[in-house]
């Protein structure tokens, strides 16, 4: 069983990865802005943590990494404020990098987009561009990273009941790209569960029809 901590632990893929690491043994702890969100995360089995990334430094990071095989990160400033979201989305995902790889961390595995990437096409003017923007430079700076990283990409998220079969890669419609936050959760909980099959991968997929166990292993 591993030992994982969760960055952004309130989240609705978060609260259902601790559900999924805990009921299958993992410790997990998750860490949350807002002590008040606490019961939300104890009620999944893992151990809320109490901390503000966008205020801790690497130093403080690899404190509260240490001792753990892998991390995820799963955090995002929500939009709206541009300086916000390079802060957290890019600035405080970066150090949590640094961290994890000062504090011998094993696996990180960061929850990304499908799309993401240098190439992501979303002109300056555009609100989504700020997010757009740290999300290709944190992704590049974890592929860097001497760490064992998986990156995923799911399309549009939902939150409808996560059927536990996807497709791989971005062919298909809008409709067809959308992924319930239960499937990533799931995609993450194999991950994290088998990470030498999916290491330095990132993978885009959405809802399917292949099973995500199968589709995983066909990654080549």
């Known amino acids: 069983m591993s030992e994982i901590t969760i ?9 259902q990865l601790s ?6 043994g993992d410790t997990v702890n998750a860490v949350i802005r807002k002590r008040e969100q606490s019961q939300d995360v104890e009620n999944t089995g893992a151990t809320p943590v109490v901390a503000d990334v966008q205020e801790l430094d690497v130093e403080a990071m690899t404190e509260l990494f240490s001792g753990q095989d892998a991390v995820v990160w799963s955090a995002g400033a929500g939009g709206g404020d541009p300086e916000r979201t390079y802060a957290v989305d890019r600035d405080a995902a970066i150090r949590s990098m640094d961290a994890a790889q000062a504090a011998g961390v094993t696996h990180y595995v960061m929850v990304s987009y499908m799309g993401a990437g240098q190439d992501h096409g ?6 989504f561009y700020a997010y757009a923007q740290s999300k290709a430079d944190a992704d590049d700076h974890l592929r860097a990273s001497s760490l064992e990283w998986t990156i995923l990409g799911p399309g549009a998220l939902t939150d ?4 536990g079969e996807i497709t791989l890669g971005r062919a298909g419609s809008d409709d067809e790209k959308k992924t319930a936050r239960g499937n990533v959760a799931l995609v993450a ?3 994290l569960a088998d990470p030498r099959g999916t290491a330095r991968k990132f993978i885009e997929f959405s ?9 995983l292993e066909n990654l080549g």
């Open 122 to 127: 979303v002109p300056e003017d555009n609100d």
């Open 19 to 24: 559900r999924l690491l805990s009921t299958q």
């Open 7 to 15: 960055i952004g632990g309130h989240g609705k893929v978060a609260l």
């Open 160 to 163: 409808d009941d996560p059927s």
């Open 207 to 215: 809802d399917g029809d292949t099973p995500i166990a199968q589709a």
């Open 189 to 191: 909980a194999r991950v």
